[in-house]
């Protein structure tokens, strides 16, 4: 499978638990994004690499939300003390770095926060 | 990038008939994309179009460019069960960070 590829797909939690989800983006795809989804609504920006450079990072992320690319292949998202509110569908999609980057997105992982 | 936001919100139609979607998008851009994604999946890219493109065709879709209004159109031809689904327009500028910021989508509900 060439695709961009998310682990777990599904994760329950209990409030207050750290969570950890991975994503392996296409294997020559320099950019690296993060979303997050709830129902009815459009995936909303988190954070975006460009190799392992963290390039920009939405103000809507609270400092329980880090993000890696330790080797500018694969990243973390890493959620600390979850609250109800994080319970979403996480997306992630890489692409190539350029005028016309089309974004190739993973299946998601779903949190849901007990 | 910036962020297009997409019209109606909503659109039911029954099966067979033509689906329109509207997208519209605040400066100047160098290509807008289309993206569809089904219930509780991911997005996946459906059709590109350039800022000196007027129209492209892809297949039962068709997707026309005014950069004079800033608008962009996406339609569905014929439309099928299976094309239920959420629609995303994505405008890219030619300059700038490109973080990709999608709208809130069209959600198109196919009758049968």
């Known amino acids: 499978d060439t695709g961009v590829s998310q682990n777990p797909r599904h994760k329950i939690t209990k409030r207050g638990q750290n969570v950890t989800f991975r994503c392996d983006p296409i294997s020559e795809h320099n950019r690296l994004y993060w979303y997050r989804q709830t129902l009815g609504q459009g995936p909303e920006f988190l954070t975006y690499f460009q190799n392992e450079a963290q390039l920009e990072k939405s103000r809507l992320l609270s400092d329980r939300f880090s993000a890696e690319r330790p080797k500018g292949s694969f990243s973390t998202l890493e959620i600390q003390r979850t609250e109800q509110g994080d319970s979403a569908m996480y997306l992630c999609?890489?692409?190539?770095?350029?005028?016309?980057?089309?974004?190739?997105f993973g299946q998601g992982t779903r949190l849901t926060v007990v | 990038s910036q962020q297009g936001e997409e019209d109606p919100q909503a659109l039911s139609i029954q099966e067979g008939e033509n689906a329109t979607m509207n997208c519209s998008y605040k400066t100047s851009i160098n290509n807008l994309q289309w993206y569809r994604q089904n219930s509780g999946r991911g997005l996946v890219h459906l059709i590109l179009i350039r800022s000196n493109e007027r129209e492209k065709h892809s297949g039962r879709l068709r997707v026309t460019l005014d950069t004079s209004k800033k608008s962009s159109s996406l339609l569905i031809t014929a439309s099928r069960a299976a094309d239920t689904a959420s629609y995303f327009c994505l405008a890219l500028a030619a300059q700038g960070a490109q973080k990709l910021v999608f709208g809130q989508g069209t959600r198109l509900t196919i009758n049968p």
């Open positions: 999609a890489s692409s190539l770095a350029g005028t016309v980057p089309e974004a190739f």
